[in-house]
């Protein structure tokens, strides 16, 4: 926050349980070695950089990229530095932020928030914020309660003074002595315990005007008087009858998928079911891997008797592998998903449908179930944003989920996009996916999904005729295939959990389309990318680029003609 102006940087992330003694709940210890504090949130940087100042945070993951992020394991922890805590280490800038005449003071902060996604939690109750401070040099630190009905950065706040040495430090959640200061601009409205958003420590220019680079820490941090209960995390399907009983599809519905037949692994749409799961990218965190469900001599889905009432079904049995940073700073969460798109080579039309039906059922130590819908709509030019909504697990029974294309929401990321493309459609579906993450360690468990269903319709929708039609054999690779809509690429590579890019290239060098991908390198694995019709008559090059491994990279090259 920054003297009226704050961004709170959130990711989402799964909400995690908390432990403590009755009525003291600990926000976060720093010793979990990520950014996701205890209560579900992700800890971040924020500056005056996000309004033309130019002061920089040294603490950063990577200080080389626009949006600092927090490590989340910075040793020099409370009492003896023998464990992790909260650490910032700036220089402010020399501009300052604003807009002339309107400019303010240089500033930083790092903000804990309290829950996944901007939830709000409620603290009414609480008595009180301890926590642990130090600076390497006598420093003004405000710490500031951040809540929802508060919009103009007026926020309620507490000036401490943080000296060398670690001290314990105090905060009544209520106006006065010993309490929170209502900033001095802005509207005055009441301070509001139950639309909690989350902490800050902000360190102003203006009131540490002898400084111009110092170090704070903050550890232990815990509210006294109260009990952590979980916010629903942002895209939990809470609706009545969103968990209904297992096999009870409704009607009018059409079969998707029931993993039976003479080829279990293809949907009724004659598409293949697929697995993946998130790796490390050019680091030496464990990646996470399956354990059941595979066939491990060319990684495909076996759905052998895993399904509902005994029959088959599409299940993955996985240990989850650890968080990591990209190469560009961004926090990434292990998972596993099952996904099948939804036609072979187009898209498929299915905004007559009103949603989807299937059954499944979770065991181990999963919290939540993310259900995706890829289409071809484009948010911002982001090819991440995707579709979802969350599902609790089911402790090892079956359930029937029963989901309307309302209850799907795109991922919150503020001003990623503009207003226009934030309403789903439904006209050009790509694929269904269905994944399982967690900020926890370790995380071992299943997920299984069968019946699965269009609702609405009684029949199938036909896919949605695309331009592109074309074939070419790269000699040595083995054979590119090229669909109506869609390539198919055999991925040759090395050994190993592989995280990269298909880019489709034109004559020039210029790039007309890419998609993301994780895959295994193994003998018989295959990508397969969706074109959204943009890809024009001619020569092109499909370039496939990867990193696996401790920083090991692999590209390859397939020529391609559109003849269309």
């Known amino acids: 926050m920054m003297d009226g102006k704050q961004v709170w940087v959130v990711a989402g992330m799964l909400a995690l349980g908390v432990g403590g003694a009755q009525g003291q709940a600990v926000l976060d210890d720093l010793e979990g070695g990520n950014s996701i504090n205890k209560f579900g949130g992700q800890w971040n940087f924020s500056g005056d950089f996000w309004d033309k100042g130019d002061s920089k945070i040294l603490s950063a993951v990577d200080t080389s990229v626009v949006v600092p992020f927090f490590k989340g394991a910075y040793g020099g922890g409370y009492p003896d530095g023998g464990g992790n805590a909260a650490k910032l280490e700036f220089r402010f800038g020399t501009t300052k932020p604003g807009t002339p005449p309107n400019t303010?003071?240089?500033?930083?902060?790092?903000?804990?928030?309290?829950?996944?996604?901007?939830?709000?939690?409620?603290?009414?109750?609480?008595?009180?914020?301890?926590?642990?401070?130090?600076?390497?040099?006598?420093?003004?630190?405000?710490?500031?309660?951040?809540?929802?009905?508060?919009?103009?950065?007026?926020?309620?706040?507490?000036?401490?003074?943080?000296?060398?040495?670690?001290?314990?430090?105090?905060?009544k959640l209520a106006t006065g002595a010993g309490g929170l200061t209502r900033r001095n601009f802005g509207v005055t409205k009441p301070l509001d315990l139950s639309q909690a958003l989350g902490l800050g420590?902000?360190?102003?220019?203006?009131?540490?005007?002898?400084?111009?680079?110092?170090?704070?820490?903050?550890?232990?941090?815990?509210?006294?008087?109260?009990?952590?209960?979980?916010?629903?995390?942002?895209?939990?399907?809470?609706?009545?009858?969103?968990?209904?009983?297992?096999?009870?599809?409704?009607?009018?519905?059409?079969?998707?998928?029931?993993?039976?037949?003479?080829?279990?692994?293809?949907?009724?749409?004659?598409?293949?079911?697929?697995?993946?799961?998130?790796?490390?990218?050019?680091?030496?965190?464990?990646?996470?891997?399956?354990?059941?469900?595979?066939?491990?001599?060319?990684?495909?889905?076996?759905?052998?008797?895993?399904?509902?009432?005994?029959?088959?079904?599409?299940?993955?049995?996985?240990?989850?592998?650890?968080?990591?940073?990209?190469?560009?700073?961004?926090?990434?969460?292990?998972?596993?998903?099952?996904?099948?798109?939804?036609?072979?080579?187009?898209?498929?039309?299915?905004?007559?449908?009103?949603?989807?039906?299937?059954?499944?059922?979770t065991s181990g130590e999963v919290d939540y179930v993310d259900v995706k819908i890829r289409t071809n709509q484009v948010h911002a030019e982001n090819i991440y944003a995707?579709?979802?909504?969350?599902?609790?697990?089911?402790?090892?029974?079956?359930?029937?989920?029963?989901?309307?294309w309302s209850d799907f929401v795109l991922p919150n990321w503020g001003a990623a996009f503009q207003e226009a493309e934030k309403a789903m459609r439904f006209t050009n579906i790509v694929s269904l996916e269905w994944s399982v993450t967690s900020a926890k360690k370790n995380i071992q468990g299943s997920i299984a999904v069968d019946n699965v269903y269009l609702t609405g319709i009684p029949e199938l929708p036909q896919p949605i005729p695309s331009r592109l039609a074309a074939a070419n054999a790269s000699p040595g690779q083995g054979r590119l295939l090229v669909g109506r809509g869609s390539l198919r690429i055999p991925f040759r590579a090395p050994a190993g959990s592989h995280v990269g890019q298909i880019r489709i290239l034109d004559a020039s060098g210029h790039e007309l389309d890419r998609q993301p991908f994780v895959a295994e390198g193994v003998a018989g694995t295959s990508l397969e990318m969706r074109l959204d019709g943009r890809i024009p008559h001619g020569l092109m090059l499909v370039r496939v680029e990867s990193r696996y491994g401790a920083g090991l990279s692999f590209a390859t090259a397939y020529p391609a003609v559109n003849l269309e």
């Open 104 to 171: 303010y003071e240089n500033n930083v902060s790092m903000n804990c928030p309290l829950g996944p996604d901007d939830a709000k939690l409620d603290l009414t109750g609480a008595q009180s914020v301890t926590f642990y401070a130090k600076a390497d040099k006598a420093l003004q630190v405000e710490m500031v309660l951040n809540t929802a009905n508060i919009t103009d950065y007026a926020f309620y706040t507490s000036v401490l003074n943080v000296g060398a040495a670690w001290a314990k430090y105090t905060v």
């Open 201 to 361: 420590w902000e360190v102003n220019h203006g009131k540490n005007a002898a400084v111009s680079q110092a170090t704070l820490w903050i550890d232990d941090i815990s509210f006294q008087g109260y009990t952590f209960k979980a916010p629903e995390p942002r895209g939990s399907c809470i609706a009545n009858g969103c968990i209904t009983a297992p096999g009870s599809a409704p009607k009018p519905a059409v079969l998707v998928a029931d993993f039976e037949g003479a080829d279990a692994t293809l949907s009724a749409l004659g598409t293949r079911w697929s697995l993946g799961s998130a790796a490390p990218m050019g680091s030496d965190a464990k990646a996470s891997h399956f354990t059941s469900g595979v066939d491990s001599t060319d990684f495909t889905l076996a759905p052998q008797g895993h399904g509902y009432g005994g029959s088959n079904g599409g299940m993955l049995g996985f240990e989850l592998g650890d968080v990591w940073f990209t190469p560009e700073g961004y926090l990434q969460l292990p998972s596993v998903n099952l996904s099948t798109y939804l036609s072979n080579d187009s898209n498929l039309d299915v905004g007559a449908a009103t949603g989807l039906y299937f059954d499944y059922m």
């Open 386 to 404: 995707i579709a979802y909504t969350r599902l609790k697990a089911t402790g090892g029974q079956w359930k029937g989920a029963l989901l309307k």
